[in-house]
């Protein structure tokens, strides 16, 4: 259909049959091979199109929108593409005022989604104005510009994790102007952009029960005690779901508590899970049941339903009782616990009682610990001897003993 042909001067060009039956040229210009027979790719998806009058493919699209205007000029000449409708503009919209409309319409979205949205859409801000760029519309944002505000973070010494994280809530922002037309492509969506977040092995504890115990006896009160035996024992998500625990939700003769989950809610099938009432959250419940005034809801009734300041109560707390808070105050003592329970259970089980998957487990909770190798040692030390094989025959036998 198409052809690629090398000039003497070194230059290549595309040689192919245009729609009206008609040889065309596409002069590429000095460029490698390997360049040259991507583009003489596109080039015949751009023929493919033409003759049967539909429109190119996604791939060959995104391809379009991120060509130089000359390069565009080229592939029009050469009646590949039609020439841009210049009556038809697009409307002129400042990235941040249209970051801020699509707050605005995030309506039925969880607070702590919406402050994190809004606090990316802020360092954004930030961002711009320290460019220079506060009225930068949303179609001269570019890649370069995401890679800057992605620099940008980094220089303000926020964590990896982090990082992407913003710049996820930012891509999450682009795509919505994509949906709507006013790009072509998002600009978050480069390699050098990278938006998944990665496990930080760094910042995992194992928070032994002999610590627990410690902070447990330094709690001010047993309600406090019932929320960290929850974290540690329970391994709900703290303190978003312990706060939302209800006396209907505590099953005396099952042993069980249903845990609602604000946070996979919106998965169906997903907005509660049960929970065994593991042996040492047991006499915390019993405590705090014995003391709650008659006709209360709430198990934990002193919060008020509010997660307000409770890491730093917490570190106050820990520091109390002479012990240095951790990172991840409360995700640790979630890990701890779900890496306790899959050296006892079937993993699949254990994730439907932390409420998690097995692949989020595997990568952000499950942690290796002293004990791991301890009894691996001990395996080595007093199991089997290992036996050396040295050949074929050997192999042999031990499969027939």
Same mark, same amino acid.
Not at 226 to 230: F, I, K, R, T
Not at 310 to 321: D, G, K, P, V, Y
Not at 369 to 375: A, G, I, S, V
Not at 377 to 389: D, E, F, H, L, S
């Given at each position: 259909?198409?052809?690629l042909?090398?000039?003497?001067?070194?230059?290549?060009?595309?040689?192919?049959?245009?729609?009206?039956?008609?040889r065309?040229?596409l002069?590429?210009?000095?460029?490698?091979?390997?360049?040259a027979e991507?583009?003489?790719?596109k080039v015949?998806?751009l023929?493919?199109?033409?003759i049967?009058?539909?429109?190119p493919?996604?791939?060959?699209s995104?391809?379009?929108?991120?060509?130089?205007k000359d390069f565009?000029q080229?592939?029009?000449?050469?009646?590949l593409?039609?020439?841009?409708d210049?009556?038809?503009?697009?409307?002129?919209?400042?990235?941040?005022?249209?970051?801020?409309?699509y707050?605005e319409?995030?309506?039925?979205i969880?607070?702590?989604?919406?402050?994190?949205? =809004?606090?990316?859409?802020?360092?954004f801000?930030r961002?711009l104005?320290?460019?220079g760029?506060?009225?930068?519309e949303?179609?001269?944002?570019t890649?370069g510009?995401?890679?800057d505000?992605?620099?940008?973070?980094?220089g303000r010494g926020l964590a =990896?994790n982090?990082v992407r994280?913003?710049?996820?809530r930012?891509?999450?922002c682009?795509?919505?102007a994509?949906?709507?037309r006013?790009?072509?492509?998002?600009?978050?969506?480069v390699? *050098?952009?990278p938006?998944?977040?990665?496990?930080?092995e760094?910042?995992q504890?194992?928070i032994?029960?002999?610590?627990i115990?410690?902070?447990? *006896?330094?709690?001010?009160?047993?309600?406090?005690r019932?929320?960290?035996?929850?974290a540690?024992?329970?391994g709900?998500r703290?303190?978003?779901?312990?706060?939302?625990l209800?006396?209907?939700?505590?099953?005396w =003769?099952?042993?069980?508590?249903?845990?609602?989950?604000p946070k996979?809610?919106?998965h169906e099938?997903k907005?509660?899970?049960?929970v065994?009432?593991?042996?040492?959250?047991v006499p915390?419940?019993?405590?705090?049941?014995?003391?709650?005034?008659?006709?209360?809801?709430?198990?934990?009734?002193?919060?008020?339903?509010?997660?307000?300041n409770?890491?730093?109560?917490?570190?106050?707390?820990?520091?109390?009782?002479g012990? =240095?808070?951790?990172?991840?105050?409360?995700?640790?003592?979630?890990?701890t616990?779900?890496?306790?329970?899959v050296?006892?259970?079937p993993?699949?089980?254990v994730?439907k009682w932390?409420?998690?998957?097995?692949?989020?487990?595997?990568?952000?909770?499950?942690?290796v610990?002293?004990?791991?190798?301890?009894?691996a040692?001990?395996?080595?030390?007093?199991?089997?001897?290992?036996?050396?094989?040295t050949?074929?025959?050997?192999?042999?036998? *031990?499969?027939?003993?």
């Open positions: 259909m198409a052809s042909c090398n000039d003497k001067n070194g230059k290549r060009r595309i040689m192919f049959k245009g729609r009206d039956g008609k065309r040229a002069h590429l210009g000095a460029i490698p091979k390997k360049n991507s583009v003489l790719l015949e998806k023929i493919s199109a033409r049967t009058g539909n429109t493919d996604n791939e060959t995104v391809w379009l929108a991120g060509i130089s565009r080229k592939l029009e000449r050469a009646d593409i039609d020439p841009i210049k009556s038809v503009e697009k409307p002129k919209t400042a990235a941040l005022e249209f970051i801020d409309s707050l319409s995030k309506t039925g969880k607070p702590q989604t919406k402050f994190l949205l =809004e606090q990316s859409r802020n360092d801000q961002f104005k320290a460019k760029i506060v009225s930068i949303v179609v001269e944002f890649s510009h995401a890679i505000f992605r620099n940008y973070l980094i =990896e982090t994280r913003r710049c996820g930012l891509k999450q682009f795509d919505n994509v949906a709507y006013l790009i072509d492509r998002n600009p978050f969506k390699k *050098e952009v938006t998944a977040v990665g496990a930080n760094e910042r504890e194992f032994s029960r002999a610590m115990d410690e902070v447990l *006896e330094a709690c001010p009160c047993p309600q406090w019932l929320l960290v035996a929850l540690r024992f329970g709900l703290t303190p978003s779901e312990p706060l939302l209800k006396w209907g939700d505590i099953d =003769e099952k042993r069980t508590i249903r845990v609602q989950s996979t809610a919106h099938g907005g509660s899970r049960i065994p009432m593991f042996p040492e959250i915390h419940l019993e405590k705090v049941f014995e003391v709650a005034p008659e006709g209360s809801e709430f198990i934990l009734s002193r919060f008020n339903h509010q997660a307000k409770l890491r730093t109560q917490f570190s106050r707390i820990l520091r109390n009782a012990i =240095e808070p951790w990172g991840k105050l409360f995700q640790n003592l979630r890990s616990r779900e890496t306790e329970l050296n006892e259970f993993i699949h089980i994730c932390i409420g998690n998957s097995q692949a989020v487990a595997m990568k952000h909770y499950l942690q610990t002293d004990e791991h190798l301890e009894r040692t001990k395996g080595a030390q007093y199991g089997a001897a290992p036996v050396r094989i050949s074929f025959d050997d192999v042999s036998t *031990e499969a027939s003993a």
